[in-house]
C-alpha cells in the first residue's frame, strides 16, 4: 500500500493567516494526489485534484503544490467557513489509501 | 447532476453481514466507476472497493475478502456486502463516483451524505 504520512494532525489559526497542510507518499506518485475537506457531520467533499488543479466552484484561496513525494494544501487567506479537517489521498493506484487527516480550528 | 444516496440498518449484529445500497439518480451506474469508503467514528477515511461500469470489482486486502460488491442496473443502484462483521466495523460508510481526466488523474465526487452503521447485540 502507498502510506500517505500528513502533517500536522491540527492547527489553529486566525481568520485571514496563510495555512498549510503537508502529505509526504511512501514512493513516487506523481501528481496523483486529491486534497478533500470534511466539515462535521459531512461527507468529503474534493478540493484540489491531481496535486494542483482547483476543482469547479471551490473559492482560489485553496491550492495545491507538489516537489516531489510532498504535496501541500494552501489555504491563503483562512476564513470562519474553514473550519474542517482536511484530508489528502493518493489516486495513482486504485487502491485509494488517505492521510490521517488535518483538523484546521479558526 | 449526479446524487447518490446509502440506505440499508442502521444497526448489525455481530458475526451477520452488513449490506448497503447505494442509489444513483441525475447519471447511470453502468457509465461510470464507483467507489466504497467508510470512517470509524472520531477517525479517518478508509476505502472498501471499487465497481467497475463492466461489474467487476477490486476490493481491500484489509478487509480480507469479506467484501462483495454488486451493481443492480434495473434499480440503478450498486451494494455492499461486508459478512462477519465485528465492533471495528462501525463506522460511518459512503459511496461515491470516480471522476477523472487524462492521463489518468482520479478523485472521487460527488458522495453520498454517509450512513452510520453500527454493530452491536
Known amino acids: 500500500d502507498i502510506q500517505m504520512t500528513q502533517s500536522p494532525s491540527s492547527l489553529s489559526a486566525f481568520v485571514g493567516d496563510r495555512v498549510t497542510i503537508t502529505c509526504r507518499a511512501s514512493q513516487n506518485i506523481r501528481s496523483h494526489v486529491n486534497w478533500y475537506q470534511q466539515k462535521p457531520g459531512e461527507a468529503p467533499k474534493v478540493l484540489i485534484y491531481?496535486?494542483?488543479s482547483l476543482q469547479s466552484g471551490v473559492p482560489s484561496r485553496f491550492r495545491g503544490s507538489e516537489s516531489g513525494t510532498e504535496f501541500t494544501l494552501t489555504i491563503t487567506s483562512l476564513q470562519p467557513d474553514d473550519v474542517a479537517t482536511y484530508y489528502c489521498q493518493q489516486s495513482y493506484n486504485s487502491a485509494w489509501t488517505f492521510g490521517h487527516g488535518t483538523r484546521v480550528e479558526v | 447532476q449526479v446524487h447518490l444516496q446509502e440506505s440499508g440498518p442502521g444497526l448489525v449484529k455481530p458475526s451477520e453481514t452488513l449490506s448497503l445500497t447505494c442509489t444513483v439518480s441525475g447519471g447511470s451506474v453502468t457509465t461510470d466507476y464507483w467507489s466504497w469508503f467508510r470512517q470509524p467514528p472520531g477517525k479517518g477515511l478508509e476505502w472498501i472497493g471499487n465497481l467497475y461500469k463492466n461489474g467487476s470489482t477490486t476490493n481491500s486486502p484489509s478487509l480480507k475478502g469479506r467484501v462483495i460488491i454488486s451493481l443492480d442496473k434495473s434499480k440503478n443502484q450498486f451494494s455492499l456486502r461486508l459478512s462477519s462483521v465485528t465492533a471495528a466495523d462501525t463506522a460511518v460508510y459512503y459511496c461515491?463516483?470516480?471522476?477523472?481526466?487524462?492521463?489518468?488523474?482520479?478523485?472521487?465526487?460527488?458522495w453520498g451524505q454517509g450512513t452510520l452503521v453500527t454493530v452491536s447485540s
Open positions: 491531481a496535486a494542483t
Open positions: 461515491a463516483r470516480r471522476e477523472w481526466e487524462p492521463p489518468l488523474y482520479n478523485w472521487f465526487d460527488p
